[in-house]
């Protein structure tokens, strides 16, 4: 019989198993021996005793064949932990005591969570301790077995809560107690995390190394015992308006306010009682606003909180230059201010910049520094003003590009960079198929060809044949080598025939237009004057020598040939350098898109400038070339404010509505109305809860989800990873500040799917300095440092003891082998001698 057919039986005290390396081999010679046998003695009719000598001998050879498998019974033991030493470390200082109720329940958690340890350790010769500190160790029980160590946690004694939170003394006593008993062990800490002095990295890295882990329960008091009680400010407040703070002090001293931009200091008269105080600041701009108090007591004690208002109101605009258009602008949305460039206010105070018609060299030298610095948060409008020199001067936007704040502008000046080095092109070819094309087809063919042979890897290329109406196109594709030899052999195959109305592919070609864009249109004219005009310079070749209808000369360029395309000049891919810097003539600006804010303007000329390939146009030149008016530009990776140039003189003429729509769009916070924001602090850990809202009356839908991000100056961004609590459009996110030294500004960034990123100014304290000496000053702390808590035991490899208890490794002791093949030997070599004594006495 097979050891492999009987592996894993159970068996008294174990189970089987195999160590033979033969496999069925052996069983099969067995099973032969014993067919055999059986087979013999019934051809030779041996009678009984044949029969049993037969199956003596085959039972045999089986229990060889299970002996040649080498079989074991494997005995498991109960799996026991290795000797160990639990410390309950409490913490007993007065900030923790101080609410006894509160704390009697944290105790009887953390006794609950040392009987889920006992349990999981039962029988193990494991030992618990309990251990307090305050301005010192105070030990208050003996070591027992793990399972008592519940009984000992309850049975703390009513102690007054004590001054001083000495973690450092507290913990390095319980490392020590483990190292005593072996080493093993753990500690089960229960505090507020307000230590003095902190907690010192070097005690986390000894626990670390020893492999002690410390699990952390929070708790903590709700107020302190004397000092600043409590504090609130509303959490909505007015630009402009008072915004009240109320406290209550027990005790006098000193409180001080401070909100980013000014401080403040009220005494307080001693009292035994409780006073209530109340405080106003006012807030200068819009966005979430922080308010320090900072209360001193009796010599060097103190403490303070962090409180935060979400500040609404119209959008500052800071203006500098006449901008006489701004005077019509609704006050409940936008507040002008007037700026005096050689003493500037901080840009970063405003919602808004609008320079009209001055250069940088009007400013204080490195505002335009200022200004990229706070570009992410404040939107900015350039206004070049009327020509300024002559057309061959550099105009004023042309300054402006010379700046610092070139990085962010829409456009660029500088004719030479784009005429030399232009950015990928994007080129459309409009080709005639009508039925009237017959005898110059292939001439118009050989003009898409030499097109298409102009083209770079950077350009895009798209071809529209159109006859009564567009035929199947090419669609825009990036003009790589096998994209070229895919249109040369498109345009080699395309067929005549039909009327010809150039209009509705006039129409696609429009919706194709970009920042550089280029059309061709070869045709041989005729047709009636098309309805609508491109956007794009467009170069109109006539394949039979005669003029375009009216007005398609106006396009760009019109090139009449004659027969062959030897020597074409396509000029927009040969441009004469343009080195004039202002366009004269009136003109009224032409929307790019179905309609645009400030078109319909009267102009007179207009500064040249080449938008940038990211850059939004929002109106032109109503003739070719297409120059920008009207340009805006974000930043497409980072959620940031607008930057807009107007490239003439903007007159007083233009529609408030106009100017409005435009300054919206620069906005970083556009919809103040749609978000309701709470703000709390504690430690370095800012908590958001957000609540979108209804705009404006209209019923709007709720989003299933929010993003964003904090972004601080010199800090990058920190996301935010919102989830979704309670009602629909309620979140919550939470961000560990990297505070520094001083106060400090930033955005925070919240993004709705669908919806434009909201960028709201938000304003932090500096890194808290130390307000009290190391054992002092319990009676004025409250609250919860997680902060601290969690990085003990991240840093220890704890857990936190509200959500879950500990788990031990439990070690099991290799498991007993039990030979069992000299057994069957012995059986097979019994049952061989059997089946030959049987044999002899049949005969």
């Known amino acids: ?83 160990g030493h639990v410390v309950a470390l409490v913490d007993l200082s007065d900030s923790v005591w101080r609410d006894e109720a509160l704390a009697r329940a944290a105790l009887d958690q953390l006794a609950d969570r040392a009987g889920d340890i006992a349990r999981d350790l039962a029988g193990a010769d494991w030992t618990g301790e309990f251990l307090g500190f305050a301005d010192g160790v105070v030990p208050t029980g003996a070591v027992l077995p793990i399972e008592r160590l519940p009984e000992l946690i309850r049975a703390l004694p009513s102690l007054p809560g004590q001054d001083g939170s000495r973690v450092d003394a507290g913990l390095g006593a319980a490392l020590d ?20 002095p902190e907690l010192p990295d070097a005690l986390l890295n000894r626990a670390a190394v020893a ?23 509303g959490p909505e407040q007015q630009i402009g308006h008072d915004a009240i703070i109320r406290g209550t002090v027990l005790g006098g001293g000193v409180l001080q306010i401070e909100d980013g931009a000014a401080e403040a200091e009220v005494n307080v008269p001693h009292a035994e009682t409780l006073q209530p105080i109340r405080l106003t600041t006012r807030f200068p701009s819009r966005g979430v606003h922080h308010v320090r108090l900072r209360y001193h007591g009796i010599g060097d004690l103190g403490q303070e909180r962090v409180l935060y208002t979400l500040v609404r109101g119209p959008a500052r605009v800071l203006s500098f230059g006449p901008a006489r258009w701004l005077d019509e602008l609704d006050p409940t949305r936008f507040v002008r201010v007037s700026g005096d460039p050689a003493n500037p206010p901080e840009p970063g105070e405003f919602d808004l910049v609008v320079i009209d018609g001055m250069s940088p060299d009007d400013f204080q030298t490195g505002y335009d520094d200022k200004l990229l610095a706070v570009a992410s948060r404040t939107g900015i409008f350039l206004v070049n003003g009327p020509l300024r020199g002559t057309t061959e001067a550099p105009q004023v936007i042309g300054d402006w590009n010379d700046s610092a704040l070139s990085t962010v502008l829409p456009v660029d000046s500088d004719p030479r960079e784009f005429v030399q080095s232009p950015p990928g092109r994007d080129i459309v070819i409009l080709i005639d198929t009508s039925g009237s094309m017959s005898g110059s087809f292939g001439l118009a063919k050989a003009v898409a060809r030499a097109v298409i042979d102009q083209l770079r890897p950077q350009d895009t290329l798209a071809i529209l044949p159109f006859a009564d109406d567009t035929g199947a196109v090419f669609a825009r594709q990036t003009a790589t080598a096998a994209t070229l030899a895919q249109a040369r052999v498109f345009v080699d195959r395309l067929m005549i025939g039909g009327g010809t109305d150039p209009n509705s592919t006039l129409r696609a070609a429009g919706a194709m237009r970009t920042n550089y864009c280029a ?14 005009s491109p956007q794009c310079f467009t170069t109109a070749v006539s394949t039979e020598g005669r003029a375009f209808p009216s007005g398609v000369a106006a396009w760009g360029q019109e090139i009449l040939l004659m027969g062959s395309v030897s020597g074409i000049r396509l000029e927009y891919f040969d441009p004469e350098l343009r080195d004039a810097y202002w366009r004269v003539g009136a003109l009224r600006p032409v929307p790019s898109e179905a309609r645009a804010p400030l078109t319909g303007l009267s102009l007179q000329g207009l500064a040249i400038a080449y938008p940038r390939i990211d850059a939004q146009v929002i109106s032109l030149h109503p003739n070719p070339p297409p120059d920008p008016v009207l340009a805006i530009r974000r930043d497409a990776a980072v959620a940031s404010a607008g930057t807009a140039v107007f490239l003439s ?57 929010l993003s964003g991000f904090l972004r601080l100056q010199g800090q990058g961004d920190q996301p935010l990873a919102f989830r979704a609590v309670g009602a629909p459009g309620r979140f919550e996110a939470g961000v560990t500040l990297r505070l520094d030294a001083d106060p400090g500004h930033g955005e925070l960034i919240l993004i709705e799917p669908g919806g434009a990123a909201q960028v709201i100014p938000i304003s932090v304290p500096g890194r808290r300095a130390g307000l009290s000496r190391a054992g002092h000053g319990e009676a004025l702390d409250f609250g919860i440092d997680g902060a601290t808590l969690e990085r003990i035991a991240r840093r220890t490899g704890g857990v936190d003891l509200s959500v879950q208890a500990p788990t031990f490794g439990l070690s099991s002791p290799p498991p007993m082998r039990d030979r069992l093949h000299p057994w069957a030997i012995v059986l097979g070599l019994f049952l061989l001698a059997a089946s030959l004594w049987t044999k002899r006495r049949s005969n």
Do not use: N
């Open 177 to 196: 107690r483990i190292r005593d008993a072996g080493g093993r062990g753990a500690v089960l800490l229960l505090s507020d995390g307000r230590f003095r």
């Open 211 to 233: 492999g002690v882990a410390v699990s952390v329960l929070s708790v903590g008091s709700r107020a302190p015992a004397r000092g600043l009680v409590a504090a609130d400010i």
């Open 649 to 705: 003189d903007l007159p007083t003429s233009a529609s408030a509505a106009d100017v409005a729509e435009v300054l919206t769009a620069l906005l970083g916070w556009s919809r103040p109305d749609r978000f309701d924001l709470r703000v709390r602090q504690e430690g370095d850990r800012l908590t958001l809860a957000v609540l979108a809202l209804s705009g404006d009356g209209v019923a709007e839908a709720l989003p299933a989800s």
């Open 519 to 532: 059309f061709f249109f070869i045709s041989d004219g005729g047709f009636d004057a098309p309805a609508i």
């Open 1 to 83: 019989m097979s050891c492999e057919m009987l592996r894993g039986l159970a068996l008294p005290g174990g189970i089987l198993e195999c160590e033979g390396t033969l496999g069925w081999l052996p069983s099969g010679l067995a099973l032969l021996v014993f067919a055999g046998a059986i087979g013999v003695a019934v051809l030779r009719r041996g009678g009984v005793r044949g029969l049993v000598s037969a199956f003596c001998l085959g039972v045999s050879a089986l229990a060889l064949a299970f002996a040649a498998g080498q079989p074991v019974r494997v005995r498991s033991e109960v799996p026991q932990a290795a000797a």
